[in-house]
């Protein structure tokens, strides 16, 4: 028993091999040949075609059955179909104006994040080149920025270290020239109170 179905909007026709209709929603057309639609129309196993009837647009879908060689054609209204794709443009439309507005905050934040990391390696960068050997950059991720507040980090100790070093060759180089002159100074010293006690 063949279960067909039918509402205001689409309509289930059933035509035999002679394509002669076996159900269609007016049950005046059953057993009459088929005449919505030219037979030339649907002449293949299956297909859709957009086809004008009673001055009124409408796809067209149909399948051939194997076993029997029956032709079963559902009729669209063009309307319903056209309101199912401005529903979804609709749809579309909204998620994609979605997604745009999180993208925009999403790169909104990413921003900040690394301006922010580059405002504050700036600020270090002053510090030094004010004189101050001991700034310091926090280092938060693995990005690009994260890894020059490192290198930065790295080269500030590195040169505190260097001037710590020089300052210690200085210190020592000025001992040893006091003390060279000290004894260049001791020796004359003793002479001339020597040669003085002599005259």
Do not use: C
């Not at 290198?151 to 020239?177: A, C, P, Q």
């Amino acid at each position: 028993k063949l279960i067909a179905a039918s509402d205001a909007n689409r309509s289930i026709t059933v035509l035999d091999g002679d394509m002669r209709v076996i159900y269609h929603p007016d049950q005046s057309k059953i057993g009459m040949p088929y005449e919505d639609a030219p037979a030339a129309m649907l002449a293949d196993e299956e297909g859709m075609f957009s086809y004008a009837l009673d001055g009124k647009p409408y796809f067209m879908v149909y399948t051939t059955v194997p076993l029997t060689g029956w032709k079963i054609i559902e009729r669209i209204p063009q309307a319903v179909v056209m309101a199912d794709v401005e529903a979804f443009e609709r749809s579309f439309l909204v998620v994609l104006l979605g997604t745009a507005v999180l993208l925009v905050v999403l790169s909104h934040f990413i921003s900040r994040g690394i301006s922010r990391s580059l405002v504050a390696l700036n600020a270090a960068m002053d510090r030094v080149r004010q004189g101050d050997y001991t700034a310091h950059v926090e280092v938060a991720g693995n990005d690009e920025v994260a890894q020059l507040g490192q290198t930065f980090n790295k080269m500030t100790v590195r040169i505190s270290k260097l001037i710590g070093e020089i300052y210690e060759t200085e210190e020592k180089k000025h001992r040893s020239d006091m003390l060279a002159l000290q004894a260049q100074i001791n020796p004359h010293l003793l002479y001339n109170t020597l040669n003085s006690i002599h005259w």
